[in-house]
């Protein structure tokens, strides 16, 4: 059984930093792309980063320059390091792993953290 677990969130100001981690565990034996999602009120869930097992990396424009995607593959571990946060980066974000192959070399899909709440206060 695969788990993602997420770590990191929390209450910060307008302008603060944060550094969200999410590490997968279980028979894991490659996954393709780790990434960062999130969802705030009444809005559907939208991609912020993503990076490959390569380290190629997408960004959302509205993060862009402001957000640091970073991923060690020997630990199945994404981090999310979040720089001068507004108000509206206010959502529930959740960690995302793409394409994932087990050690039986069964392909599983796509797997999806329970999400971490971030707010920001202006």
């Known amino acids: 059984q695969v788990r993602l677990v997420e770590s990191g969130g929390g209450l910060v100001q307008a302008g603060g930093s944060l550094r969200l981690s999410c590490a997968a565990s279980?028979?894991?034996?490659?996954?393709?792309?780790m990434g960062w999602y999130r969802q705030a009120p009444g809005k559907q869930r939208e991609l912020v980063a993503r990076?490959?097992?390569?380290?190629?990396?997408n960004y959302a424009d509205s993060v862009k320059g402001r957000i640091t995607i970073a991923r060690d593959n020997a630990k199945s571990t994404v981090y999310l390091q979040i720089n001068s946060l507004k108000p509206e980066d206010t959502a529930v974000y959740y960690c995302?792993?793409?394409?994932?192959?087990?050690?039986?070399?069964?392909?599983?899909?796509?797997?999806w953290g329970q999400g971490t709440q971030v707010t920001v206060s202006s």
């Open positions: 279980g028979s894991i034996f490659s996954i393709n792309y």
């Open positions: 995302n792993a793409g394409g994932l192959v087990n050690r039986d070399s069964d392909y599983l899909g796509n797997y």
């Open positions: 990076i490959s097992s390569g380290g190629s990396r």
